[in-house]
């Protein structure tokens, strides 16, 4: 399909959903150590079937810099997720690659807005 045909996104609204937004700033150089780390984490989030979305994202300004955006089902699933072993080994791992705690802004989400073709895309790697 043509981008200029594509059909309209797929609205939802988030009702009772949590979100953070993470920046994770870290050592020099220790950006790819860091991204191994959390993709690690992420092949294993099926574990944690409220964890909705786990996006991981480059700060193009900043080579140190790497941003997380989570979304979870609810704030039980929320505090699942820092009660998992998969989250305790993360923090572990992450601890000495960072330069300083980890900055958390929590909000709730109220209406996602997604293109069909992010679901269909071949990503496979």
Same mark, same amino acid.
């Given at each position: 399909m043509e981008q200029d045909q594509q059909q309209a996104p797929t609205q939802a609204l988030l009702p009772g959903r949590r979100s953070i937004? $993470?920046?994770l700033v870290c050592?020099?150089?220790?950006?790819p150590a860091l991204l191994d780390v959390l993709n690690a984490y992420?092949?294993? !989030?099926? =574990?944690?079937?409220?964890t909705? +979305?786990? $996006? #991981?994202?480059?700060?193009?300004?900043?080579d140190t810099t #790497?941003? !997380?955006y989570e979304i979870f089902r609810?704030?039980?699933?929320?505090i699942a997720h820092? =009660?998992?072993?998969?989250?305790a080994a993360l923090m572990r791992a992450e601890r000495p690659l960072l330069?300083?705690?980890?900055? #958390? !802004?929590? +909000?709730?989400?109220?209406?996602?807005?997604?293109?069909?073709? #992010?679901l269909v895309e071949d990503w496979s790697f």
């Open positions: 937004l $993470v920046r050592k020099r150089g220790l950006r992420t092949d294993n !989030l099926g =574990e944690e079937p409220g909705e +979305m786990f $996006v #991981v994202s480059l700060d193009p300004e900043n #790497v941003w !997380l609810d704030e039980e699933a929320e820092r =009660e998992s072993d998969g989250f330069d300083g705690p980890p900055a #958390v !802004l929590r +909000m709730d989400p109220l209406r996602i807005s997604m293109q069909e073709a #992010v």
